[in-house]
């Protein structure tokens, strides 16, 4: 068994709140994250614990997600699953100023041959998940600005 652990800090212009409200809702994964080609969830479904989808990433994995935390405006977690890896992903949103900080952590963990899945996705995820959040900040502006 491999895990890597991985972790990103982000400051968005926008409130904990606005953030929250626009990142753990899966229908706009796909808008803002860049690994992501689809995401299977009702379209009217609000996000809540224990809500569930699948996704089609562009390298054709469908790993399976459920949420395992859920405190609006402040902390928002992940677990998914693909064959033998398993991911985290932990958000933490913290006022600041007239924005917010978003703290993501998580970790990828893969058994037998799905180890260096879960090895190399790990190993990238820091700067993805980086790169994504900063994409889906000016997302969020242009929601609100336009």
């Not at 969830?41 to 996704?55: F, I, K, M, N």
Request: charged share 25%; glycine share 10%.
């Amino acid at each position: 068994m491999t895990t890597r652990r991985f972790s990103a800090d982000v400051e968005l212009p926008h409130s904990a709140e606005r953030a929250f409200t626009y990142l753990v809702d899966p229908r706009n994964r796909a808008a803002w994250q860049s690994s992501l080609l689809s995401v299977d969830v009702p379209a009217d479904e609000e996000p809540h614990l224990g809500q569930a989808w699948s996704e089609l990433t562009a390298v054709g994995v469908r790993p399976h997600l459920v949420v395992t935390e859920f405190v609006p405006f402040r902390t928002w977690a992940e677990r998914g699953t693909w064959r033998g890896v398993e991911a985290t992903l932990r958000l933490r949103f913290t006022a600041r100023g007239t924005g917010c900080r978003v703290q993501a952590e998580g970790e990828a963990t893969g058994t037998g041959v799905y180890a260096v899945a879960a090895a190399t996705s790990g190993l990238l995820a820091g700067r993805a998940i980086a790169a994504d959040l900063r994409k889906a900040g000016r997302l969020i502006g242009e929601r609100t600005d336009g």
